[in-house]
Nanobody, 121 residues
Framework: QVQLVESGGGLVQPGGSLRLSCAAS????????IGWFRQAPGKERERVSC????????YYADSVKGRFTISKGNGKNTVYLQMNSLKPEDTAVYYC??????????????WGQGTQVTVSS
């Protein structure tokens, strides 16, 4: 069965870094794009980033462009989100989700359970 499991969240000081992982099972990442989302309390869910099935195309929200990098693990069925220069406004629960297509279309069918990221001094 399809599963997505996020990990790597935690508490970090402003300016710090974290790397989130999204481990996929039940399907191969070579066939589907994967997106990262976040949702802070009282705010709408925001799509942060997305990577196409072969990794040739990526998307970043303006709020994270230049600070976050999405990538796929070599030989691993895992997608990473490297987050640098973290700000308090990056605090949220981060989710990964599977696109219904090989490209970043904005339609998702499976979601992980989320991992908390807190940026605070």
């Amino acid at each position: 069965q399809v599963q997505l499991v996020e990990s790597g969240g935690g508490l970090v000081q402003p300016g710090g870094s974290l790397r989130l992982s999204c481990a996929a099972s039940g399907f191969t990442l070579n066939s589907y794009a994967i997106g990262w989302f976040r949702q802070a309390p009282g705010k709408e869910r925001e799509r942060v980033s997305c990577i196409s099935s072969r990794g040739g195309s990526t998307y970043y929200a303006d709020s994270v462009k230049g600070r976050f990098t999405i990538s796929k693990g070599n030989g691993k069925n895992t997608v990473y989100l490297q987050m640098n220069s973290l700000k308090p406004e990056d605090t949220a629960v981060y989710y990964c989700a599977r696109e219904t297509y090989w490209y970043c279309s904005g339609e998702y069918d499976y979601w992980g359970q989320g991992t908390q990221v807190t940026v605070s001094s």
